[in-house]
């Protein structure tokens, strides 16, 4: 018995691969040499992040690495440099590719809950206004149209704001973290709720739900059940393209020096220090970093304009 179930699993799990190889999404990748590049590039970026305590030289977070001697230490190829120090050392002595490596690891992960947090309330406000209709819709959009207004960067910058000036002074440090994913989050719902919206008052006209309403399911599961696994298509472009622009808004907050403290700093914080000194000399503090985000963002950014082409039934 054991042995013929694992050969059914083995048997359905070689049907799923060959469908993916052989379905229309693969083969538009394949036929496109930039979204190959860009998926290579993404894909590189975030495995070294999240390997990050694994192949990074050092941890430059950890005071007992840091050694302030060592501070301005040119890359390894200019005169100065050290074979140690790959790519130099800040103004603290902390070598730039293990900073680089932790701090897009902060930044992935920033810009990733920050999606997961923008999806989830979209979706379900969208899924709400377009089943509720009626006062519902009506209010839930106007919310929107007027977030909508406003640049992404502002509300999050307020949201931010609030937030700090509720919470206690001494728990800033351990939920700064999670302040910014949830202000850089609710700037974003807007797009998930109205493009769920949209395609939820076109579902719950359908047959399927008809009938579902006369064999007397509730509204609720009918919603859930029926409505929303049908109306999650095009979220996942949404997501993908978001992420780089989630990135980018937290690089921003850090630069400006609202987002994420010192001790935890991302690219944009390690920007934002480099900053300081690039009209000294020390241009490296800086223009590392910045290279890691553009090459980050540019990859996802790339990825889901390959995505959304592809799945766009007009384009095939």
Request: proline share 6%.
């Amino acid at each position: 018995m054991t042995t013929g179930r694992t050969e059914t699993l083995s048997t359905r799990v070689g049907d799923a691969l060959w469908r993916a190889w052989d379905s229309d999404l693969t083969y538009s990748f394949l036929r496109s040499p930039v979204t190959i590049v860009a998926a290579v590039v993404a894909l590189g970026l975030i495995l070294a992040s999240v390997a990050a305590p694994l192949i990074a030289p050092t941890d430059p977070f950890a005071p007992a690495t840091v050694d302030l001697m060592a501070a301005f230490t040119p890359p390894a190829w200019m005169e100065g440099g050290s074979p140690e120090f790959l790519l130099g050392t800040d103004d603290q002595g902390r070598d730039m590719l293990s900073a680089i490596l932790y701090g897009m690891r902060i930044s992935l992960f920033v810009g990733a809950a920050s999606v997961v947090f923008s999806m989830i309330l979209g979706v379900g406000l969208g899924l709400l206004a377009g089943y509720a209709g009626g006062w519902v819709d009506a209010l839930l959009m106007r919310v929107a149209d007027v977030q909508i207004s406003f640049p992404a960067i502002l509300i999050a910058l307020l949201v931010d704001g609030v937030a700090r000036g509720v919470l206690p002074r001494e728990v800033h440090h351990d939920m700064a973290i999670w302040v910014i994913v949830f202000a850089i989050g609710v700037s974003g719902w807007v797009q998930y709720a109205r493009t769920v919206r949209g395609s939820t008052m076109v579902e719950k006209n359908r047959e399927y739900v008809m009938a579902a309403h006369i064999m007397g399911v509730h509204p609720v599961v009918i919603a859930v059940r029926h409505v929303l696994p049908n109306v999650t298509g095009p979220v996942l472009v949404i997501a993908t393209i978001h992420l780089a622009i989630a990135v980018i808004t937290e690089a921003t907050l850090s630069f400006l020096g609202v987002g994420l403290p010192p001790t935890e700093p991302s690219l944009g914080t390690l920007i934002r220090i480099g900053n300081d000194f690039l009209f000294s000399g020390e241009w490296w503090i800086t223009i590392f970093p910045g290279v890691a985000l553009v090459l980050l963002v540019l990859s996802v950014n790339l990825l889901g304009d390959w995505l959304r082409d592809a799945l766009n039934p007009k384009l095939r």
